[in-house]
């Protein structure tokens, strides 16, 4: 997972934090700046974690946990074959993103089941003092 921000437009527009999977996240990166002509500062990368249980098991501290939610649906492709889209989204602007991303669809034509994991960016730091957790998303 890449955590990085997209550089603002305009003068006075934040930064865009944003969460990448890496598989994904060159080709983002090269789309983000040849077609919206943003430049994409990358911050940090480490592994996402679904909320539950485990974290406490692994000992991970509250300080090393940034809330991120994962969004899964499947959206109509070509002749009507569904193709699964992942996205990932800082919880705290999460509703916003969300109205953002299915606006891409036509009026009335939005995502069946999206499904809505809560979880945490894992800290690369602490991701690393405890390599004996086993690989997640």
């Known amino acids: 997972m890449a955590r990085c921000r997209l550089d603002a437009l305009e003068q006075g527009i934040p930064d865009s934090l944003r969460f990448v999977p890496l598989s994904e996240f060159d080709l983002w990166r090269h789309l983000m700046e040849t077609r919206h002509g943003r430049r994409v500062l990358l911050e940090s990368v480490s592994v996402w ?5 485990g974290l406490s098991e692994h000992g991970l501290e509250f300080e090393d946990l940034e809330p991120v939610v ?3 649906f499947d ?8 193709v699964p889209v992942e996205r990932f989204f800082p919880a705290e602007t999460y509703p916003r993103a969300r109205a953002a991303l299915l ?3 036509p009026l009335g034509q939005t995502a069946v ?3 809505v994991s809560p979880g945490y960016f894992v800290a690369r730091s602490a991701w690393e003092s405890r390599r004996s957790l ?3 998303d």
């Open 49 to 53: 974690m679904p909320e539950g249980p």
């Open 70 to 72: 994962r969004v899964h």
């Open 75 to 82: 959206r109509p492709g070509p002749f009507g074959i569904p």
């Open 103 to 105: 606006s891409h669809w």
């Open 113 to 115: 089941d999206v499904q």
């Open 134 to 136: 086993a690989p997640v």
